[in-house]
């Protein structure tokens, strides 16, 4: 262990959950979120992290046209135990038929464990996307169906799918994310039945449930593969949508109707069929 780290003190004024969305994409260690924003520790100096949300500040204020007060705060610390106080600041999570916790927490006997180690991982349950794509995952997901997670982060959604005694395929366009999804699942005792670098359009295979955590752009730029990825029957899960964005979506899945749609905070998710 090295003698020093940095801890990267970070402060938003507003939109805290894109800038949590973009700390997941980009930054290969976990962080913690605080009440104004998050924290994030490493051996490694943190000046890129800096600069990288400076710059996406920059681009999300003129995609929204105000003003957003962005302030970060790097310190070289003694490395003392702050994994051990990092470890603690992770909470488990019930969801439904779902238990998400982290392996040096204990598996809760009366519902189905997920265990997810946030330093490995880019979703943990606790963003409201993960957390309702979860909630629809145990309600529609049946044992023996056939389901591919488009966008598989860290894995958990093909991990509560595959819980379910559901046939799990998933895929991501990046490697990072592929690689966490597999250590993940064997943290689970779990092995995807297959999963691969690149988009859903690279299987010519028909499921019973395809499930896109992605976000809303992404979503109408995909739609076509995602629903010629569904059996006839099939269900489609999408999440990561922002309400002022649900209708841009919709716009792009005219040719099914919504089975149902779980909003939290500013997010959404559609549970939908084809018509």
């Known amino acids: 262990m090295q003698e020093y780290y940095y801890e990267l003190v970070v402060k938003v004024s507003s939109h805290k959950e894109l800038f949590a969305d ?9 962080f913690e979120e605080s009440e104004s924003g998050f924290i994030v520790r490493s051996e490694d100096e943190l000046d890129t992290i800096m600069w990288g949300l400076e710059q996406f500040c920059e681009a999300l204020q003129k995609a929204i046209g105000e003003v957003i007060e962005l302030e970060c705060i790097q310190q070289k610390l003694p490395n003392s135990d702050w994994v051990e106080l990092y470890q603690k600041s992770i909470t488990p999570l019930a969801i439904d038929k779902f238990y998400i916790h982290p392996t040096w927490d204990e598996e809760n006997p009366d519902l189905i464990n997920i265990a997810i180690d946030p330093a490995l991982a ?19 997901v049946k044992e023996g169906d056939s389901v591919i997670d488009v966008g598989c982060g860290s894995g958990i959604l093909g991990i509560g799918a595959m819980k379910l005694n559901a046939v799990v395929e998933a895929c991501d366009t990046d490697p990072v994310s592929v690689e966490n999804s597999i250590v993940n699942a064997k943290l689970n005792n779990l092995k995807f039945t297959k999963i691969w670098e690149g988009s859903c359009s690279l299987s010519s295979a028909k499921y019973d ?27 489609l899960i999408l999440s990561g949508i922002l309400d002022k964005y649900e209708s841009k979506v919709l716009g792009f899945y ?14 959404v998710t559609l549970i939908l069929k084809r018509k």
């Open 22 to 30: 973009f700390l997941h994409d980009t930054i290969p260690v976990g």
């Open 122 to 140: 880019f979703g943990t349950g606790h963003h409201p996307t993960t957390a309702s794509s979860l909630k629809a995952i145990s309600k529609y």
């Open 209 to 235: 449930i395809v499930v896109a955590n992605i976000v809303a752009d992404v979503l109408t730029f995909i739609a076509k593969d995602l629903k010629n990825a569904l059996k006839d029957n099939g269900i």
């Open 254 to 267: 005219k040719d099914c109707e919504i089975i149902e749609r779980i909003a939290v905070d500013e997010w």
